[in-house]
């Protein structure tokens, strides 16, 4: 195979893991979710035992990125899509890495009685999924313009951060026995917004990736 | 030059980098702590504004190591020593995120009197700081002995970590008008706890750079 063709596959295959990756992340995303919601306590620990995996998918990614430049000594636009693959791998395992702590706070709530329907908590989510989905959707189809509208609603997830903080603190004077629950789920609320922040920064890589430009989408 | 001295030269350059990236990280927690304890915003939004300069350290550093394994493609130890360098100015980075995440509490709670002398939390930090300091030198000394003594002490943050909580919490059903504080104390807890984790994820790259072994010191 000539040096080209095998660069391309070997970054390929990179891609396919990346999606691999990605699925897992989002799937640990939602199971958290689901566990929380539910007060499942045997769905949270699956997610928790499951990060090793994802853990180690980054791990395989990073190493086989950094043997593939070893061994092809590849130069400017080939070398970026490399650097944007691990940046992509090690946000991605961030994300999961929240998806544990989602489940975590689960597990510290237990089965004790939620102050309330958990309706706005999971909204969020789906507004942070949406956003994993679109960086993940712009890295594959190294489209500029779906990254800038992933980013674009990084700033309806913070709003609505601060709007499920205030309203979870607000709970805590008329139920102060509840404190350890309204506070794991604050800290819920701040997991998510995090997710969000990590898609926010894979979509800065994707405009990375395709114009070469270091951005800054947040500000 | 050879391509041995011209590795080894390249090497020692990002060391050097790093060790000033280490230096930056570690100054940003104690200046956030010193704001947090004076109340002191303009401080604050120093360490705030300084974290650009550790994002670019990170990413002169990241750039730096991927063109040296291009350039010189190096095989088993060499290639181990740069995927370790790119790891610790990773948990580097995220440390000064740490950093800045507690000058924007001190923010948050600005000059509103704070319900107790802040006495446990500095004492936190100290300890999370001498994980910092270890993993650190671990990583210049090529030191295992220093390295698991670094990831042992994090049992004692994690400790820490779970009482300062608890205690913070038990303040709220009295000072209800102060849960925005507490709460944000609560979280500088949690970035603190997140620090030491850093550190030790640092400690564990460095016996991974010794041995070639991935281990898990935080089981």
């Known amino acids: 195979m000539s040096t080209r063709a095998n660069f391309d596959q070997n970054l390929n295959e990179l891609k396919a893991m990346l ?22 306590i045997e769905r949270a620990k699956v997610v928790i035992d499951g990060d090793n995996e994802i853990d180690e998918l980054d791990q395989v990614i990073n190493d086989k990125a950094l043997l593939l430049i070893a061994r092809e000594s590849p130069v400017a636009t080939d070398l970026r899509k490399i650097n944007v693959a691990l940046k992509v791998s090690s946000e991605l395992e961030r994300m999961a890495d929240m998806a544990v702590n989602i489940a975590k706070s689960a597990v510290h709530i ?68 509840s404190t350890n629950q309204i506070i794991q789920l604050a800290f819920v609320c701040r997991f998510l917004e995090r997710i969000a922040d990590h898609s926010t920064n894979i979509a800065e890589n994707v405009v990375y990736l395709v114009s070469g430009q270091r951005v800054n989408l947040n500000a």
Chains 1, 2 share one sequence.
């Open 19 to 40: 999606l691999k990756m990605a699925k897992k992340s989002e799937q640990a995303i939602k199971e958290a979710m689901i566990a929380l919601i539910n007060q499942d």
């Open 110 to 177: 237990g089965r004790e009685k939620h102050i309330k329907e958990l309706i706005d908590i999971p909204n969020m989510m789906e507004m942070a999924l949406e956003m994993v989905s679109d960086s993940i959707t712009s890295y594959y189809s190294e489209d500029i313009t779906i990254a800038r509208k992933c980013a674009e609603k990084d700033d309806n997830v913070d709003k609505m951060f601060g709007i499920l903080i205030q309203e979870l603190l607000g709970y805590i004077p008329r139920n102060p026995s």
